[in-house]
Structure formats: C-alpha cells, structure tokens
Nanobody
Framework: VQLQASGGGLVQAGDSLRLSCAASGRTFSSYAIGWFRQAPGKEREFVAAISWGGGSTTYADSVKGRFTISRDNAKNTVYLQMNSLKPEDTAVYYC?????????????????WGQGTLVTVSS
C-alpha cells in the first residue's frame, strides 16, 4: 500500500482544513488508517484512527470534538476534517496503514506511511 497525504496549508486559528490520504492497492479497504502529527522539536503523536470498514474511530484527547476521521473505500481515501484549528495543531501530518484493520493509537503497529503534509495555524 502506498499512501499520499495532501490538503495541508496555512490557516488562521479557528479555521478548518480537510486532509486527504489517498492510497494505492486493491487491499486498501482491509487496512485501518491512522493520522499522526509531528510538530517541530517534538515527537510524533497520534491524532486519529479509523478501522478498515469505518465502523470504529478513535481520537487523541487534544482533537476530540474538533477533528473527524472518515473513509471512502470506493475512492481509496481517508479524510481528516479539522475544525476550530489552534496554533498548537501546527505540525506535519502523516497517514499510515495498519494491516490489523482495527485502528490503533500506537505508531509501531503501522506498516506503511505517507510522506506527510504540513499544517500551519497562525494565531
């Protein structure tokens, strides 16, 4: 599975962005997808994950209620809708695929990673 994250950009606090993670490969629908982010000088952290069928989602406490993860298996794409953005959301956002299919907040279980897309939120 190859992953391509896109949709990042420069926005103001309170604005919204939608990130996309487009995947190649016929088995995409069997993978859970997670979003992670890494801010300058900080470790990579979990943001959100969705199970292979989309029936289960999980979020980091810092984004719960503001971000929504969804997937369209027909389009081989997972989305991260980010609302009410804050300056502390500034980071490079990565999507990753986990063959276990359930969606985990632990990056070590993910098999494939995209290249990342930069989100910058100004105050």
């Amino acid at each position: 599975v190859q992953l391509q994250a896109s949709g990042g950009g420069l926005v103001q606090a309170g604005d919204s962005l939608r990130l996309s993670c487009a995947a190649s490969g016929r088995t995409f629908s069997s993978y859970a997808i997670g979003w992670f982010r890494q801010a300058p000088g900080k470790e990579r952290e979990f943001v959100a994950a969705i199970s292979w069928g989309g029936g289960s989602t999980t979020y980091a406490d810092s984004v719960k209620g503001r971000f929504t993860i969804s997937r369209d298996n027909a389009k081989n794409t997972v989305y991260l809708q980010m609302n009410s953005l804050k300056p502390e959301d500034t980071a490079v956002y990565y999507c990753a695929a986990d063959h276990n299919g359930y969606g985990s907040r632990y990056d070590r279980v993910y098999d494939y990673w995209g290249q990342g897309t930069l989100v910058t939120v100004s105050s």
